[in-house]
């Protein structure tokens, strides 16, 4: 594989066929609108990607944590 083009992983693919898929959904949209004389337009829910607010990830809290309670956390975790 060529390491200067960064295909040696599969992420970038991935975010490829991601991309493909949601294009893929908008001409199909598309073409269902143009059949029905645009009385039926379907929303398009782009395809989850890593890292992305996602309806199906559960989050734990709402942001980050100040760093005293950073500190503090790291703490307990080391000691017991």
């Known amino acids: ?3 200067q083009t960064g295909w040696e992983n599969t992420i970038k693919t991935n ?3 991601a991309d493909i898929y949601d294009l893929l959904q908008a001409i199909n949209a598309n073409l269902i609108a143009f059949a029905t004389g ?3 337009k379907a929303k398009v829910k782009p395809y989850p990607r890593p890292g992305k607010d996602n309806d199906n990830v559960h989050k734990i809290g709402k ?4 760093p005293d309670k950073l500190h503090k956390w790291i703490q307990e975790r080391q000691h017991g």
Request: aromatic residues 0%; without cysteine.
């Open 1 to 3: 594989m060529d390491k």
């Open 38 to 40: 645009g009385k039926k």
């Open 63 to 66: 942001g980050a944590l100040p």
């Open 15 to 17: 975010a490829i066929l």
